[in-house]
Protein backbone atom coordinates (compact mmCIF):
# COMPACT_ATOMS: atom_id res chain seq x y z
CA UNK A 1 0.00 0.00 0.00
CA UNK A 2 2.87 2.44 0.61
CA UNK A 3 4.53 1.77 -2.68
CA UNK A 4 0.91 2.70 -4.32
CA UNK A 5 0.83 5.61 -2.34
CA UNK A 6 4.25 6.75 -3.01
CA UNK A 7 3.77 6.19 -7.18
CA UNK A 8 0.88 8.28 -6.85
CA UNK A 9 2.40 11.28 -5.06
CA UNK A 10 5.17 10.91 -7.26
CA UNK A 11 2.87 10.71 -10.54
CA UNK A 12 0.69 13.84 -9.30
CA UNK A 13 4.70 15.81 -8.66
CA UNK A 14 5.36 15.02 -11.85
CA UNK A 15 2.49 16.69 -13.45
CA UNK A 16 2.53 19.56 -11.02
CA UNK A 17 5.68 20.30 -12.18
CA UNK A 18 4.86 20.24 -16.17
CA UNK A 19 2.24 22.01 -15.44
CA UNK A 20 4.16 25.39 -13.50
CA UNK A 21 7.28 24.67 -16.28
CA UNK A 22 4.10 25.16 -19.00
CA UNK A 23 2.94 28.19 -17.40
CA UNK A 24 6.07 29.51 -16.99
CA UNK A 25 7.16 28.61 -20.85
CA UNK A 26 3.77 30.32 -21.85
CA UNK A 27 3.97 33.98 -20.28
CA UNK A 28 0.83 35.86 -20.45
CA UNK A 29 0.22 38.96 -20.64
CA UNK A 30 -2.17 41.08 -18.31
CA UNK A 31 -2.59 44.55 -19.47
CA UNK A 32 -1.59 46.48 -22.30
CA UNK A 33 -1.19 50.76 -23.08
CA UNK A 34 -1.36 51.89 -26.51
CA UNK A 35 -0.77 55.62 -27.10
CA UNK A 36 -1.78 57.78 -30.30
CA UNK A 37 1.61 57.75 -31.85
CA UNK A 38 1.17 53.24 -31.62
CA UNK A 39 3.76 53.11 -28.99
CA UNK A 40 2.33 49.92 -27.15
CA UNK A 41 3.43 48.77 -23.81
CA UNK A 42 2.30 45.20 -22.72
CA UNK A 43 3.03 43.70 -19.27
CA UNK A 44 3.39 39.85 -18.87
CA UNK A 45 3.02 37.55 -15.35
CA UNK A 46 6.44 36.05 -15.81
CA UNK A 47 9.38 37.25 -13.61
CA UNK A 48 11.43 39.44 -14.53
CA UNK A 49 14.88 37.92 -16.47
CA UNK A 50 17.00 41.43 -16.17
CA UNK A 51 19.67 40.37 -12.95
CA UNK A 52 20.52 43.93 -12.33
CA UNK A 53 17.24 44.56 -10.82
CA UNK A 54 16.07 43.07 -7.70
CA UNK A 55 12.85 45.32 -6.84
CA UNK A 56 11.05 45.58 -10.10
CA UNK A 57 9.68 41.67 -10.29
CA UNK A 58 7.54 41.50 -13.66
CA UNK A 59 8.39 41.25 -17.25
CA UNK A 60 7.29 44.29 -19.38
CA UNK A 61 8.06 45.03 -23.06
CA UNK A 62 7.65 48.61 -25.14
CA UNK A 63 7.60 48.65 -28.94
CA UNK A 64 8.10 51.60 -30.72
CA UNK A 65 8.16 52.19 -34.74
CA UNK A 66 9.07 47.91 -35.04
CA UNK A 67 11.54 47.36 -32.45
CA UNK A 68 10.66 45.99 -28.98
CA UNK A 69 12.62 46.84 -25.76
CA UNK A 70 12.22 44.27 -22.81
CA UNK A 71 12.18 45.51 -19.56
CA UNK A 72 10.38 45.14 -16.02
CA UNK A 73 7.86 46.33 -13.72
CA UNK A 74 6.30 46.53 -10.65
CA UNK A 75 2.73 48.21 -9.17
CA UNK A 76 3.48 50.92 -6.83
CA UNK A 77 0.92 51.23 -3.46
CA UNK A 78 -0.24 54.35 -5.16
CA UNK A 79 -1.44 52.83 -8.54
CA UNK A 80 1.73 53.50 -10.92
CA UNK A 81 3.13 51.23 -12.89
CA UNK A 82 7.34 51.04 -12.64
CA UNK A 83 9.21 49.74 -15.46
CA UNK A 84 12.82 49.82 -16.29
CA UNK A 85 14.47 48.78 -19.43
CA UNK A 86 18.10 47.69 -19.23
CA UNK A 87 19.00 47.93 -22.89
CA UNK A 88 19.37 52.04 -22.52
CA UNK A 89 18.66 52.35 -18.87
CA UNK A 90 15.44 53.83 -19.36
CA UNK A 91 13.60 54.49 -16.36
CA UNK A 92 8.99 54.87 -16.70
CA UNK A 93 6.06 55.11 -15.29
CA UNK A 94 2.42 55.63 -16.66
CA UNK A 95 -0.27 55.52 -13.76
CA UNK A 96 -2.08 52.05 -14.01
CA UNK A 97 -5.37 53.86 -15.48
CA UNK A 98 -3.79 53.84 -19.20
CA UNK A 99 -3.60 50.07 -19.06
CA UNK A 100 -6.59 47.88 -20.11
CA UNK A 101 -7.03 44.22 -19.59
CA UNK A 102 -5.05 42.29 -22.46
CA UNK A 103 -7.59 39.47 -23.91
CA UNK A 104 -7.38 37.81 -26.82
CA UNK A 105 -4.07 38.63 -27.55
Not at 4 to 28: D, P, Q
Not at 66 to 90: P, R
Given at each position: ????????????????????????????????????????????TDKCS?????????RVTWT???????????????????????????????????FRPAT??
Amino acid sequence: MKKLIGFWLLISAVVLASALAANTLRAEPIAISVDSAGTTVTLYTDKCSVEAVSNVFYRVTWTERGKTFEGCYTISNAGIVLMYFSEDKTVAAAPVQVFRPATGI
